[in-house]
C-alpha cells in the first residue's frame, strides 16, 4: 500500500512539472488572431512591425533564428507548423520546398508584383517563383580601408585574400564553411561544382596556406575588423559593410572581377499555415515603399523592388548593385554545397586545427 | 618572503584584474565610440540604453529566469532537507546532488537539448528556468545540507520533547538556524543564473532573448559604448549584491 | 514514531527534488551515453547498436581537438594556481581592516556577466587599445601589437575569468588554518620553505585540489573564449560542440563527440588527481 500511494504522488508531480514545460506549446498554436513570423535577427524592423500591428490590429510574434539549417530543423520537426511567415535563404528554399513544407503563393492577393526588380526572379531553387518571392538581397565581397591601400596596390579580385604574392597584411575570413569553402572552389576551379577527391585536397591546401594571414574567422564582425583598422581586407557581405560604410567613410567596398556569391532572402509561407488573410496583409505592408527604404537604410540588404529610391536619394555606390545589370547577375553564383555535410565538418575541425 | 615581493603579485594581480574594467568604465563616457580615443565626456549612451527595447527584454528575462530558478531551488531544496530531518534515507539521495557542478556545463546543456528535442519540448523561458534550477539544487542541497548538520541537535531534540510535532520542529526552529545560510546560497545562485552563458546559449531556445545572449550578439555584431554603459550599470549592481552578500557573511560560514 | 496518516507528507514534499534532478540531470546524460552507441535511420527508427559515431570522433583530427582542450586546460589550471596561492595566503594573512575590503575586491568581477569581461579586454588588447597605446606612449614599442585573436589572448582571458574560483578555496581552507602550527614551526626554526612544504601545503590540500579542478573542469569546455578572444582560429572541445550540436541533423553526432570527449575529461581527472597525490607525498618527505 505504502508503494501504491507513493507512486501515485510521484506520478501526479511528473504530471505537473511536463504539463508546465509543454504549456508553452499549447499558447503557441491555439492563437487565432496573431501571426508568428520566424527570421534572422537583422531583416524585419521591429518597429515597422509595430506600425502593422497599429495599422491592422493583427498581433505579431516575432521569433529569431540565426541560421538557415536552425530555420530547416524547426520546420521539419515541427512540419511547419507553428509558424506564418518564414525567411529562407535561396538554398533553404529549395529544401523546404523538396520536403513539402512551403505553401504555394496566391498571386492574385500580391499587388507589387510588377514592382519586384526581375532579376531576382526565376532562379534555380525556385523557378517559377511558386512558393517565394524576393525580399532582400546581398552579395559578397571585400572589406576594404581606403586609407591602407592609398599607396599600396589594389585589385579587384578575390587574390586579395587567396594569393600570397599580394597578401602581406592580416584578413578577417568568413567562419561558415558553407560560404568558404564555395568560395575557395570557385577561386580555384572559376566554377560552384561538387567537388572530387583530388578539388577537395586542393582546398584544403589553399584554405591551409590562407590560415596563416588570416586575423579571425568572424563571421559577423568582418566591419569591427575594417572599422577598427585591425584588417585592412575583410571579406563580408555588402549590408555589413554598409552599415560600416556610413559611420567611417575610409571604408569602401569591392565586388572581385571574377564574379562573387550573392543571396537572396525569400518570403516563404509553410504549408500549415491558415492565417491566410492577415499573411498577406502583412507581406503586402512589408513590400510598401517606405518599409523598403526603412529596411535598406537600417540594415543595408538591397531592396527587392526598384522603385522605392524615387523618394530618396542614394549613393552612387549602392546605385550600381542596386541597378546591377544582366551582365553583372550572370557573375554571381549561389551558395551550394559542394561536398557531403560530414566533409565539410571535418575539413572545417581540420583547418581550424 | 620579502614583504615587497607580496606586494608586488600582489598590486599586480589586482591591476590585471581591474583594468580592464576601469578602461571600460571611462569609455563608457567617450563622446565617441572605440576605437576614438578619448573625445570628451557625454551620458548620451546611458540615455541609449534606457531606450533600447531589445536590452531591456532581455534584461527582464533574465531575471525572471534566475527569480524562478533560485525560488525553485530552494524551496524544493529546503524541503528534501525537511525530508532529510523526519529521517527518510537521506545520505543517499543528497550525494545525489553532488554531481551537479562537477561536470563542464557545456555536457549538461547539450544533454538537456538533446533531452528536450526528443521529447519535443519547446525551448524557452521555462526550459531555461528548468536548467538553471538544476544548477542551483547543485548549490542549495550540499551548502543546506552542510550547514544543517551543523545544528545542534539538542535544539531540535528540545522543541521535539516541549510537545512540537516535527513539522512545527523543523519550521520553527531548523529553518530559522538554516537561514543566513539559505539566504547567501540564494544570492549566489541568482547570480549564476543571471550571468549564465552556456547554458543559455544552448537551451534557450530562438524566442528566449537573455542578457547574456543579447551582450553576445552584440560583441559578434561590433562594438559601441552602449555595451560601456551596460557594463557600468551591471557593475553596480553586482557590487551592491556582494555587499549584500558580505553583510550576510558574519553570520555564516561561507568561506 | 511516524503516525502512518502523516509519513507521506515528508516523502510527497521532498520528492521535487529527486524527481528534479533524476529527471533532468541523469536521464539527459543518460541519454546522450546510450544515443551516441545508437543507430538510427533517417526517420527516426532505431536500428541497433553502433560504434561507428564513436570511431568517428577517435580519428587523429577529433583526439587533436581534445588533446588541445586538456593542455588549455593544464595550463590554466597550473598558472591560476601558481597565481593564486600567492594571492590567498595574502588575503588569508592580512590583516582585518582592509580583509573584507580585498574580498570585496575578489569577488566583484566574478559576480559581473562574464562577457562584459572578455569585451573588457578587447578595448585593453586591441590594436589602438588601451595597452598599445600605453606602450606606445612609453616609446617601448613602434608598431602596435596584435595581441589578440592569439593563444596569448586567450589564456589571459582564462586566467582572469577562472582566477577567483582558484582563489577562494584555497582561501578557505587557509581561514580554517591553524595559524599557531606555522608559528610553531618558523619559532623551531625551520626555514619557509620547509614550512611550506610540510605544514601549509599539506594541510590546505583539499583546498588546493578543489581549486585546481574547479578551474581544470570547466575550462576544458570553454568555447566562448576562444571564439571571441582567438578568433576561432582554434577549435577546442567545446567550439565542436557548439557547431555540431545546432546544426541539421546533426545533435546526435554532437552528442557522441560530448561523449568522447567527457569520457577523456574523466580519465585526465583520475590521472591528475592521483598524479596530485603523488606529488604530495613526494614533497612531504
Redesign the interface.
Given at each position: 500500500m505504502?508503494w501504491f500511494?507513493?507512486s501515485l504522488?510521484?506520478i501526479s508531480?511528473?504530471i505537473l512539472?511536463f504539463s508546465?514545460?509543454?504549456?508553452?506549446?499549447w499558447e503557441?498554436l491555439s492563437n487565432k488572431d496573431s501571426l508568428n513570423v520566424?527570421a534572422w535577427?537583422d531583416i524585419l524592423d521591429?518597429a515597422a512591425i509595430a506600425e502593422f500591428e497599429k495599422e491592422s490590429g493583427i498581433k505579431v510574434n516575432l521569433?529569431?533564428?540565426?541560421?538557415n539549417?536552425?530555420l530547416?530543423?524547426?520546420l521539419k520537426?515541427t512540419k511547419g507548423e507553428g509558424y506564418d511567415l518564414i525567411i529562407p535563404s535561396d538554398y533553404a528554399v529549395l529544401l523546404l520546398k523538396n520536403e513539402g513544407l512551403l505553401k504555394e503563393l496566391n498571386y492574385s492577393k500580391l499587388g507589387f508584383l510588377n514592382r519586384i526588380n526581375p532579376r531576382l526572379l526565376h532562379h534555380n531553387y525556385d523557378l517559377e517563383n511558386k512558393y517565394s518571392i524576393p525580399y532582400e538581397w546581398e552579395i559578397f565581397g571585400l572589406g576594404i580601408d581606403k586609407d591602407y591601400f592609398k599607396d599600396r596596390p589594389l585589385i579587384p579580385s578575390w587574390k586579395m585574400i587567396f594569393d600570397r604574392a599580394f597578401v602581406n597584411y592580416?584578413i578577417a575570413m568568413t567562419?561558415d564553411p558553407a560560404e568558404a569553402l564555395p568560395l575557395a572552389a570557385f577561386y580555384l576551379f572559376k566554377q560552384v561544382n561538387p567537388l572530387n577527391a583530388s578539388q577537395i585536397q586542393d582546398v584544403k591546401n589553399l584554405l591551409l596556406t590562407q590560415?596563416a594571414w588570416?586575423?579571425?574567422?568572424?563571421s559577423?564582425?568582418g566591419?569591427?575588423f575594417l572599422?577598427?583598422?585591425?584588417c585592412p581586407v575583410v571579406f563580408a557581405s555588402s549590408s555589413y559593410i554598409w552599415r560600416t560604410m556610413k559611420l567611417f567613410p575610409f571604408v569602401d567596398f569591392i565586388v572581385p572581377e571574377e564574379g562573387s556569391f550573392i543571396t537572396i532572402e525569400n518570403l516563404c509561407i509553410p504549408k500549415a499555415s491558415n492565417k491566410e488573410e492577415a499573411v498577406y496583409k502583412l507581406i503586402n505592408f512589408l513590400y510598401r515603399p517606405h518599409i523598403i527604404q526603412r529596411h535598406f537604410e537600417l540594415f543595408g540588404f538591397f531592396p527587392p523592388t526598384l522603385d522605392a529610391f524615387s523618394t530618396f536619394s542614394l549613393d552612387e555606390k549602392a546605385k550600381r548593385w542596386v541597378y546591377a545589370s544582366e551582365e553583372d547577375f550572370s557573375k554571381f553564383h549561389f551558395f551550394r554545397p559542394i561536398v557531403s555535410?560530414q566533409q565539410l565538418?571535418?575539413l572545417?575541425?581540420?583547418l581550424?586545427? | 618572503m620579502g614583504r615587497i615581493w607580496k606586494l608586488l603579485i600582489v598590486a599586480s594581480t589586482y591591476l590585471f584584474l581591474y583594468v580592464p574594467i576601469i578602461v571600460l568604465l571611462v569609455f563608457s563616457f567617450n563622446t565617441e565610440g572605440f576605437p576614438s580615443p578619448w573625445k570628451g565626456f557625454t551620458w548620451h549612451w546611458y540615455g541609449e540604453l534606457l531606450h533600447s527595447t531589445h536590452l531591456w527584454q532581455a534584461f527582464l528575462n533574465s531575471l525572471i529566469v534566475a527569480i524562478c530558478a533560485t525560488s525553485l531551488s530552494l524551496i524544493i531544496g529546503v524541503l528534501l532537507i525537511f525530508y532529510a530531518a523526519q529521517g527518510g534515507r537521506t545520505g543517499k539521495f543528497l550525494s545525489l546532488f553532488y554531481g551537479n557542478l562537477v561536470i563542464p556545463e557545456t555536457v549538461l546543456a547539450v544533454a538537456l537539448l538533446s533531452f528536450f528535442t526528443l521529447i519535443s519540448i519547446p525551448l524557452g523561458l521555462t526550459t531555461l528556468i528548468v536548467a538553471h534550477t538544476v544548477l542551483g539544487l547543485g548549490f542549495v542541497i550540499p551548502m543546506a545540507y552542510a550547514r544543517f548538520l551543523e545544528i545542534d541537535l539538542r535544539l531540535t531534540e528540545a522543541s521535539l520533547v516541549l510537545g512540537a510535532s516535527p513539522a512545527q520542529t523543523f519550521f520553527k526552529v531548523t529553518l530559522p538556524l538554516l537561514r543566513p545560510a539559505l539566504i547567501a546560497t540564494a544570492l549566489l545562485v541568482f547570480i549564476i543564473s543571471f550571468d549564465d552563458f552556456i547554458l543559455s546559449y544552448f537551451v534557450a531556445g530562438s524566442t528566449a532573448q537573455t542578457l547574456s545572449l543579447y551582450i553576445l550578439s552584440m560583441l559578434r555584431s561590433g562594438v559601441s559604448p552602449v555595451v560601456n554603459a551596460l557594463s557600468a550599470v551591471l557593475l553596480v549592481l553586482s557590487s551592491f549584491l556582494v555587499l549584500v552578500f558580505f553583510s550576510l557573511k558574519s553570520r555564516t560560514r561561507i568561506f | 514514531m511516524k503516525s502512518k496518516t502523516t509519513s507521506h507528507i515528508p516523502f510527497t514534499l521532498g520528492l521535487p527534488a529527486i524527481i528534479w534532478q533524476i529527471v533532468f540531470f541523469y536521464l539527459p546524460l543518460l541519454f546522450i551515453i546510450v544515443s551516441s552507441i545508437l543507430k538510427v535511420s533517417e526517420s527516426g527508427m532505431i536500428q541497433g547498436i553502433t560504434l561507428k559515431k564513436i570511431f568517428l570522433f577517435l580519428s587523429p583530427v577529433y583526439l587533436g581537438v581534445i588533446g588541445s582542450s586538456l593542455l588549455l586546460a593544464l595550463s590554466n589550471a597550473t598558472l591560476c594556481l601558481l597565481i593564486g596561492y600567492p594571492i590567498a595566503y595574502f588575503l588569508s594573512f592580512t590583516s582585518s581592516r582592509f580583509k573584507s575590503f580585498f574580498l570585496f575586491l575578489l569577488i566583484v568581477p566574478f559576480w559581473t556577466n562574464f562577457l562584459l569581461h572578455v569585451y573588457a579586454w578587447f578595448f585593453v588588447l586591441e590594436k589602438e587599445g588601451f595597452l598599445n597605446n600605453l606602450l606606445r606612449f612609453l616609446g617601448i614599442i613602434d608598431q602596435p601589437i596584435h595581441f589578440l585573436n592569439s593563444l596569448f589572448a586567450i589564456m589571459v582571458m582564462m586566467v582572469y575569468y577562472y582566477l577567483p574560483f582558484m582563489i577562494l578555496p584555497i582561501y578557505s581552507s587557509l581561514e580554517r588554518l591553524d595559524r599557531r602550527l606555522i608559528e610553531a614551526s618558523l619559532d623551531l626554526g625551520g626555514s619557509w620553505s620547509h614550512t611550506f612544504r610540510r605544514i601549509l601545503l599539506p594541510l590546505t590540500l583539499s583546498g588546493v585540489r578543489g581549486g585546481f579542478f574547479l578551474v581544470y573542469i570547466p575550462s576544458f569546455a570553454e568555447f566562448a573564449i576562444p571564439e571571441l578572444m582567438g578568433g576561432d582560429k582554434q577549435m577546442f572541445v567545446g567550439s565542436v560542440v557548439s557547431h555540431y550540436i545546432l546544426g541539421e541533423q546533426t545533435g546526435s553526432l554532437g552528442a557522441a563527440f560530448t561523449v568522447v570527449s567527457s569520457i577523456a575529461l574523466l580519465i585526465s581527472v583520475v590521472v591528475l588527481f592521483l598524479l596530485i597525490n603523488k606529488i604530495m607525498k613526494r614533497v612531504r618527505a
Open positions: 505504502k500511494t507513493r504522488i510521484t508531480w511528473l512539472i508546465c514545460l509543454y504549456l508553452p506549446k503557441f520566424f535577427g521591429p521569433n529569431y533564428y540565426s541560421s539549417e536552425e530547416l530543423v524547426k520537426v592580416k567562419n590560415k588570416v586575423e579571425a574567422y568572424a559577423f564582425r566591419d569591427y572599422a577598427t583598422k585591425n555535410s565538418r571535418d572545417w575541425v581540420e581550424k586545427e | - | -
